[in-house]
């Protein structure tokens, strides 16, 4: 059971991407895609930032052309943007195409194993209610 409701997910996987790179993602369980962002962001500020700048930070003083950082803070917040709108899309019910959704119809077996975690859950649900991936169901239109 999750403490935080699903129709404030959007916003935490938000905050936690504005507070940190990637936080986000790894909040949503998108793994690869968070360490992803925190690997693009260190490389854009090890690209982008002049070397006097990190020293600068390092040693805990004031930077003296905010400018500098830009490169980093927009990598930052086109992150957090993007762990947004991951999870407003799950939430509101669009189902992601790059992850693996089983169909489960009324033919098949009284268990599915669940793509995400890959452990059994009863074909009747709609949802793993062990990772809380959701199925999607088949259309049955004989009668």
């Known amino acids: 059971m999750s403490l935080v409701p699903e129709r404030l997910r959007p916003y935490l996987a938000g905050l936690l991407g504005t507070l940190a790179t990637g936080f986000g993602h790894l909040y949503l369980r998108r793994w690869l895609r968070g360490f992803g962002w925190i690997a693009l962001a260190f490389a854009a500020t090890i690209a982008f930032v002049p070397e006097g700048t990190l020293q600068t930070i390092s040693a805990g003083e004031a930077v003296a052309d905010q400018a500098d950082l830009y490169p980093a803070m927009i990598i930052q917040l086109v992150g957090a943007v993007d ?61």
């Open 83 to 143: 762990a947004f709108v991951l999870a407003y899309r799950e939430t509101s019910g669009g189902v992601d195409p790059d992850v693996d959704v089983p169909i489960v119809s009324d033919a098949e077996s009284d268990t599915v194993s669940c793509p995400n975690c890959g452990k059994e859950v009863d074909a009747d649900l709609e949802f793993c209610h062990w990772c809380t991936t959701e199925f999607a169901a088949a259309d049955s239109d004989s009668a």
